[in-house]
């Protein structure tokens, strides 16, 4: 089967808007990977990102009225996933926890390409290869965990979905200059996180002192 051109998508979309089940489940089929996969950096949970992203394909269908065409159904997708995520860590942390944000700001910040780089799920044939490129994403996964839950959305979203700094703010309901500060603040975080774990980077990514 061909893979869906965008005029397909709108044609997914209109049906869906007229309570098409069956079309707006080939849209699921097609994000759905997608979103399992943003929500799962943002939680750090299969089990967990998985009921959330089902939850939020059940929100998108009954709020797709609301898709009005002016961003990608992408972004307007991942909004979705990416907010009832917060919901759900922020139901799951009310209780007291000690933080993580204890991390200093002096090293350069690790950029979008090079993390973008780093988080590459396609597997190898190579099962060494396989097993360190697993071990890689355990790691990433571990230090998005690190990251309070602002940065962290706000580097999912910049930095491994690749939303412009401009569909965050508008997906995360912040003005610029604060996206701007949870990104840069994150990045350096996440960086120095990795920096302990040089030896799993692939050799064009080791972080230097």
């Known amino acids: 089967m061909s893979k869906h051109t965008p005029e397909d998508e709108a044609w997914l979309i209109a049906r869906s808007k007229r ?3 069956e079309a707006f489940n080939q849209l699921v089929e097609r994000y759905q990977q997608l979103m399992y996969a943003s929500v799962l950096r943002v939680l750090g949970n299969a089990d967990a990102a998985a009921d959330v992203t089902q939850d939020a394909f059940f929100s998108a269908f009954r709020h797709i009225q609301s898709f009005k065409g002016g961003s990608s159904f ?3 997708l991942l909004r979705i996933g990416s907010n009832l995520a917060c919901d759900y ?24 390409e090079a993390l973008g780089a780093l988080v590459d799920t396609h597997l190898s044939d190579n099962p060494e290869a396989r097993l360190l490129n697993q071990e890689l994403q355990e790691l ?14 706000a580097v999912v979203l910049c930095d491994i979905e690749g939303f412009s700094y401009e569909e ?15 990104i840069s603040r994150g990045r350096t975080k996440l960086r120095q996180y990795l920096s302990q774990h040089r030896e799993l980077l692939p050799r064009d990514y080791r972080l230097t002192n």
């Open 140 to 153: 990433i996964q571990t230090g998005l965990q690190q990251l309070p839950l602002d940065q962290r959305v």
């Open 168 to 182: 965050v703010a508008a997906s995360t309901q912040s003005t610029l200059g604060t996206v701007r500060s949870r």
């Open 89 to 112: 860590w922020r139901y799951k942390q009310r209780h007291p926890a000690a933080s993580l944000d204890e991390l200093t700001d002096d090293d350069e910040p690790h950029t979008q």
């Open 19 to 21: 309570g098409d089940l």
């Open 74 to 76: 992408r972004a307007w």
